[in-house]
């Protein structure tokens, strides 16, 4: 087995998710989303990963980033 990197290399974007992990992957069945629209984070700094919550405002103002969700409507 590939050894887990538990150390971000320079340049990386996910501060802390998962590190543990070769490859964060997620996969979303549309057909069985629940709500009319659900936000998916692409900030890498939600604490609900892979769902966004709200943490990328927080990113934004501190960073002058401008990244957001990505949101999946049924
Ligand atoms: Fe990451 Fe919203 S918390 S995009």
New binding site residues.
Partial sequence: PRRAVAVRAEGGVNPEIRKAEEKVVDSVVVAELSKPVT???????????P???????K?NKATGDN????LLKK
């Fill in positions: 936000a998916y984070c692409r900030c890498w700094r939600s604490g609900t990963f769902l966004c919550d709200g943490s990328h405002m990113h990244v957001g969700p990505l």
